[in-house]
């Protein structure tokens, strides 16, 4: 009852006059169908009273066309009116399907990175996939089926009542009810199993999906067969529920059709007994098997119907179930957009930890002015991302304020304070489409001459040039079609698009090799300029143009600075610079061995070869 009452008023909507209409009409065209369904038995059994042979005569005197033609007449109608009532109704269905697949993306993407973090994305998008389905199977069952059966059955037991007597009126619904109550029972174990398929089937659903979006991975562990194994699994559960379902339902239609052929068998004695004492004619009997044959198909699916309706509910329940999520980041009542200013960013004994068992900043405070650059440093786990999730407001601080322009960033609406901001990952993931499409994505809507200028400014529009479709070419899933420096390119073109006054450069190199490195820096540091920039850093050699420096360690703020200065202080700063120094060291030294030990090698061949 939750799912329909949730779902009624897209089908009531308000303001669409319309849909409303069609609705109507729909319920107008159901009911002249089943009336004239429940017309045409009454109409064949006058008809066959009219055909049989009367007081002695044995051959058919006249031909009631009237009756055989209403007959006819009232069976197109019947179906007539039915398939119009599907047409006229089937925009409300996929108005309303559409509308709330679109509310519930949109709840999604309103939701937390918390949420998103701790839910597989496959398994989310199959719940709307079945949800949406199941508002169609739930109301072409319900609407349609089910409660226009029920209506029908009423109509016929009183007219069987009316015309004959309520023996005959007792056993159809005696029949039906325990057709019914069987049916539902049996259904409702059933649906143990049917669950299981749901989540084996997710569950498949969503291993396959991670594991193709890890391709690589994959193939860089050999695991093929692992993983393989893990969707097998997962197969295997589905099969066994399957099963089980199957086996069931086959259980399930031959306890329907005993009860059917009692019910029948039962009807058509009191029938016979009728004409063999004169209340009733052949047409009459004709009549009742022909109501019992009516209800009986629709009634034949109740089962396949039940379950359907019953799935269909749970499908959407889930799906509703999704929109109660509460949003943990939310704006505040009559929020106002981010004012427009130059850029500061100033963090307040800011206090966060993603679990409260286990604090990421214990009481960070720093300010960067307008068009400056920080640089933030430190080992892994200190709470460097954590700062720039903060001011995006991905999480809002358990402690202390974030501000932007003297703005706290919890008072002001997320769409303004984002559209503020640009972000320059690290893992730099595009979609799978063109060139052209995840540069303008910074900004929908741009000219393919704005796009262009952001490339070059990216130093990306020589190398797409290059490619046989240009900025047509397609990346691949998550891009995997270019290289880390190439992706990266792009980043930092569609960031440059978007145009923000505030700039965060999230470990933006650090996957990517020294000479690429140093091209993509020429690239932020034009992107930088006049930007308020908060960079965060693994390599010490990408921040030593910083204004200023902090380090973090265990979620404080151990030392501040520009490069120099923290040098000088041989300090954590000087510790790490030195550490990451000789690493280069050493990397370049090895690089220098393999690259002579590479030339000497033809010149032992050449001397073996002589001797």
Same mark, same amino acid.
């Given at each position: 009852?939750?799912?329909?009452v949730r779902?009624?008023?897209?089908?009531?909507?308000?303001?669409?006059?319309e849909?409303?209409? +069609?609705?109507?009409a729909?319920?107008?065209?159901l009911?002249?169908?089943?009336?004239?369904?429940?017309?045409?038995?009454?109409?064949?059994?006058?008809?066959?009273?009219?055909l049989?042979?009367?007081?002695?005569?044995g051959?058919?005197?006249?031909?009631p066309?009237?009756?055989?033609?209403?007959?006819?007449l009232?069976r197109v109608?019947?179906?007539?009116?039915?398939?119009?009532?599907?047409a006229?109704?089937?925009?409300v %269905?996929?108005?309303?399907?559409r509308r709330?697949?679109?509310?519930?993306?949109?709840?999604?993407?309103a939701?937390s990175?918390?949420f998103?973090?701790?839910?597989?994305? &496959?398994?989310?998008?199959?719940?709307?996939?079945?949800?949406?389905r199941?508002?169609?199977?739930?109301?072409?069952?319900?609407?349609?089926?089910?409660?226009?059966t029920?209506?029908?059955?009423?109509?016929?037991?009183a007219?069987?009542?009316?015309?004959?007597a309520a023996?005959?009126a007792?056993?159809?619904?005696?029949?039906?009810v325990a057709?019914v109550g069987?049916?539902?029972?049996?259904?409702?174990?059933r649906?143990?199993?049917r669950?299981q398929?749901?989540?084996?089937?997710?569950?498949?659903n969503?291993?396959?999906?991670?594991?193709?979006?890890n391709?690589e991975?994959?193939?860089?562990?050999?695991?093929?067969?692992?993983?393989?194994h893990r969707?097998?699994d997962?197969l295997?559960?589905?099969?066994?529920?399957?099963?089980?379902?199957?086996?069931?339902?086959?259980m399930?239609?031959?306890?329907?059709a005993?009860i059917?052929?009692?019910?029948?068998?039962?009807?058509?004695?009191?029938a016979?007994?009728?004409?063999?004492?004169?209340?009733?004619?052949?047409?009459?009997?004709v009549?009742?098997?022909t109501?019992?044959?009516?209800?009986y198909?629709?009634?034949n699916i109740? &089962?396949?119907?039940?379950?359907?309706?019953?799935q269909g509910?749970?499908?959407?329940e889930?799906?509703?179930?999704?929109?109660?999520?509460p949003a943990?980041?939310?704006?505040?009542?009559?929020?106002?957009?981010?004012?427009?200013?130059?850029g500061?960013? +100033?963090?307040?004994?800011?206090?966060?930890?993603y679990?409260?068992? +286990?604090?990421i900043?214990?009481g960070?405070?720093?300010?960067?002015?307008?068009?400056?650059?920080?640089?933030?440093?430190g080992?892994? &786990?200190?709470?460097?991302?954590?700062?720039?999730?903060?001011?995006?407001?991905?999480?809002?601080?358990?402690?202390?304020?974030?501000l932007?322009?003297g703005?706290?960033?919890r008072d002001?609406?997320?769409?303004?304070?984002?559209?503020?901001?640009?972000?320059?990952? %690290?893992?730099t993931v595009?979609?799978?489409?063109?060139?052209?499409?995840?540069?303008?994505y910074?900004?929908p809507?741009?000219?393919?001459?704005?796009?262009?200028?952001?490339a070059?400014?990216?130093?990306?529009?020589?190398?797409?040039?290059?490619?046989p479709? &240009?900025y047509?070419?397609?990346?691949g899933?998550?891009?995997?079609?270019?290289?880390g420096g190439e992706?990266?390119?792009?980043?930092?073109?569609r960031?440059?698009?978007?145009?923000?006054?505030?700039?965060i450069?999230?470990? @933006?190199?650090?996957?990517?090799?020294t000479?690429?490195?140093?091209?993509?820096q020429?690239?932020? +540091?034009?992107?930088?300029?006049?930007?308020t920039?908060?960079?965060?850093?693994?390599?010490?050699?990408?921040?030593?143009?910083?204004?200023?420096?902090i380090?973090?360690?265990?979620?404080?703020?151990?030392?501040?600075g520009?490069?120099?200065?923290?040098?000088? @202080?041989?300090?954590?700063?000087?510790?790490?610079?030195?550490?990451?120094?000789?690493?280069?060291?050493? @990397?370049?030294?090895?690089?220098?061995?393999?690259?002579?030990?590479?030339?000497?090698r033809?010149?032992?061949?050449?001397?073996?070869?002589?001797?």
């Amino acid at each position: 009852m939750s799912a329909l009452v949730r779902l009624a008023p897209y089908l009531w909507p308000k303001g669409e006059v319309e849909l409303r209409v +069609r609705v109507v009409a729909a319920l107008v065209l159901l009911a002249a169908a089943k009336a004239a369904n429940v017309l045409v038995p009454i109409m064949y059994a006058r008809a066959v009273d009219a055909l049989a042979p009367k007081d002695g005569v044995g051959a058919m005197l006249t031909v009631p066309v009237a009756l055989l033609v209403g007959y006819g007449l009232l069976r197109v109608m019947a179906s007539a009116f039915g398939e119009l009532r599907n047409a006229v109704f089937a925009k409300v %269905q996929a108005r309303a399907g559409r509308r709330v697949a679109l509310k519930v993306f949109e709840h999604m993407h309103a939701l937390s990175m918390r949420f998103h973090m701790d839910r597989a994305t &496959g398994g989310l998008s199959r719940v709307i996939e079945r949800g949406v389905r199941g508002i169609a199977t739930s109301l072409n069952f319900l609407l349609f089926n089910i409660i226009p059966t029920i209506v029908e059955i009423l109509f016929v037991a009183a007219i069987l009542w009316w015309i004959f007597a309520a023996s005959f009126a007792l056993t159809m619904l005696g029949t039906i009810v325990a057709y019914v109550g069987f049916t539902l029972a049996f259904t409702n174990w059933r649906l143990t199993f049917r669950r299981q398929m749901n989540q084996t089937d997710e569950e498949a659903n969503t291993k396959a999906v991670d594991s193709l979006l890890n391709y690589e991975t994959v193939k860089y562990f050999g695991n093929e067969t692992h993983e393989a194994h893990r969707y097998e699994d997962s197969l295997k559960r589905y099969e066994r529920a399957y099963v089980r379902s199957e086996t069931t339902l086959n259980m399930l239609n031959a306890g329907q059709a005993l009860i059917m052929a009692v019910g029948l068998t039962v009807t058509m004695l009191l029938a016979g007994s009728g004409i063999a004492n004169g209340t009733m004619s052949v047409g009459d009997l004709v009549m009742v098997n022909t109501y019992l044959i009516q209800l009986y198909l629709p009634l034949n699916i109740l &089962g396949f119907a039940y379950r359907e309706i019953k799935q269909g509910l749970t499908d959407m329940e889930q799906m509703f179930r999704l929109l109660e999520v509460p949003a943990e980041v939310q704006d505040a009542p009559a929020a106002p957009a981010l004012a427009k200013g130059a850029g500061e960013i +100033r963090f307040e004994d800011v206090h966060f930890g993603y679990r409260p068992d +286990r604090k990421i900043l214990k009481g960070v405070s720093f300010t960067v002015a307008p068009g400056r650059m920080l640089a933030i440093v430190g080992p892994t &786990g200190a709470g460097k991302s954590t700062i720039s999730r903060l001011l995006f407001r991905f999480y809002d601080a358990t402690g202390g304020r974030v501000l932007i322009d003297g703005q706290d960033v919890r008072d002001v609406t997320q769409a303004s304070l984002r559209a503020a901001i640009g972000v320059v990952p %690290q893992d730099t993931v595009l979609f799978n489409d063109t060139i052209r499409y995840n540069i303008a994505y910074g900004r929908p809507g741009a000219t393919d001459a704005e796009v262009e200028e952001a490339a070059r400014h990216a130093q990306v529009h020589d190398f797409v040039l290059r490619l046989p479709e &240009g900025y047509a070419t397609r990346v691949g899933e998550r891009g995997l079609k270019l290289s880390g420096g190439e992706k990266q390119r792009v980043a930092i073109a569609r960031t440059i698009l978007k145009d923000p006054r505030i700039l965060i450069l999230d470990e @933006a190199t650090s996957a990517l090799d020294t000479r690429t490195e140093q091209e993509i820096q020429a690239a932020l +540091r034009d992107v930088s300029r006049n930007r308020t920039t908060l960079v965060i850093a693994h390599r010490l050699s990408t921040v030593v143009e910083a204004d200023e420096i902090i380090v973090l360690q265990d979620g404080r703020i151990a030392e501040r600075g520009t490069h120099a200065s923290l040098i000088a @202080a041989d300090g954590l700063y000087a510790e790490m610079w030195d550490r990451q120094a000789q690493a280069v060291a050493a @990397a370049e030294a090895a690089a220098r061995a393999q690259a002579e030990a590479d030339l000497d090698r033809p010149r032992s061949r050449a001397a073996e070869a002589l001797a």
